[in-house]
Nanobody
Framework: QVQFVESGGGLVQPGGSLRLSCAVS????????MGWYLQAPGQEREGVAA????????????SYADSAKGRFTISRDNAKNTVYLQMNSLKLEGAAVYYC???????WGEGTQVTVTS
């Protein structure tokens, strides 16, 4: 059974940075099409970033929501079987619970909390 465990959330000021980690077990991350998602208080979950498997290119092809483009970077470390989300220039509206999973999965883990406050 494939599992995804998010970590790295915390408290940051506007304009600050965090790197979230998604540890994958039960499958090789290089074979998975992975995504990061966020859910802000009182709102529906939405996609933030995605990265393809290594079938097209070894580093993966990435895509981003408009709100994340230019500030967030998704990447994969095959040796550590981990996917990352580097978040720079965080905004107040970026405060949310962040989740990761393969796009083929239909369930969610517990996520990791990101709090942005001055």
């Amino acid at each position: 059974q494939v599992q995804f465990v998010e970590s790295g959330g915390g408290l940051v000021q506007p304009g600050g940075s965090l790197r979230l980690s998604c540890a994958v077990s039960g499958s090789s991350v290089s074979t998975l099409f992975m995504g990061w998602y966020l859910q802000a208080p009182g709102q529906e979950r939405e996609g933030v970033a995605a990265i393809t498997s290594s079938s097209i290119t070894s580093s993966g092809i990435t895509s981003y929501a408009d709100s994340a483009k230019g500030r967030f970077t998704i990447s994969r470390d095959n040796a550590k079987n981990t996917v990352y989300l580097q978040m720079n220039s965080l905004k107040l509206e970026g405060a949310a619970v962040y989740y990761c999973r393969a796009v083929s999965v239909t369930s969610w883990g517990e996520g990791t909390q990101v709090t942005v406050t001055s």
